[in-house]
């Protein structure tokens, strides 16, 4: 699977102790992004349309014909079509095709739906006021991380404290089933009750709550969001060497930290 380092698969023993049941993490809260109030919110900040008082009938919807295009079009063409304003149609569809991907995203990297989808939206009006300084040779969707990220960031710093990633967030839209939990998984006890489970997962949470934030986001970015190395050194703005070796890092430091916790200690990640 793209964006599973292969080393990993091979060292995996001295992490043993980190067999895991996170089930929940796939199931996520049950409410599509795109289905809130963030594209209402969106559609009035990045393109202010007068309102006419006498009526309050919205413009009839795109053809079929006209939407099966739009879903045809790649992420590069659909941003160019909303810049250029050949389209009214085109940023809506950007929207709905990674609410439902970036929103569990956000919502682990803050702790909060309700902040996810406020920094969802941030980076979806950073998109249309930067988007003429994109390059269109490149990739939208690396380029959209980074600004998700960066907005991230700012959350936190706007809120003077480090919010712990929700652990029962959905896992994005082209989830496969891969989970930490699978991949950390070794030779060990079948899930037992559904309350070891769940205290199992409340363990799992207080480790990875005392990630740095670098070692969490790159994890999130590969096991969770399935990127390949490439495209979160593009997201993250950092070289390929560097990804490597910081999820090498991150995995390593979760793997200590877990033993220590299950043998009585914090668990702190060193």
Known sequence: MYGEPQWFQGGIDRMSAASLAFDGWSQGSGESASGSGIMTRLQGLCRPRPVRAQTSVRPPAASMDQEIALQERTDEALLAAHLSGADDSAFEMLLLRYADELVP??????????????????????????????????RFKPWM?????????????????????????????????????DLLAADGPAPGSAMEDTERVSAVQ??????????????????????SYNQIADALEIPLGTVKSRLHSAVAAFGRAWQQFQAGGKGEVN
């Open 206 to 227: 207080k480790v990875v709550d005392e990630m740095p934030e670098h070692l969490r986001e790159i994890l999130l970015l590969s096991y969770f969001q399935r990127m």
């Open 105 to 138: 995203f956000l919502t682990r990297l803050t702790g909060s739906r309700a902040a996810a989808e406020d920094v969802f939206q941030e980076t979806f009006l950073q998109i249309h006021q930067s988007g003429g300084t994109f390059d269109m040779s490149r």
């Open 145 to 181: 991380y980074t600004i998700a990220v960066n907005k991230g960031r700012d959350w936190h710093r706007r809120n003077a404290r480090r919010k712990a990633m929700s652990l029962s967030a959905g896992m994005g839209s082209d989830d496969d089933g891969a989970r930490i939990g």
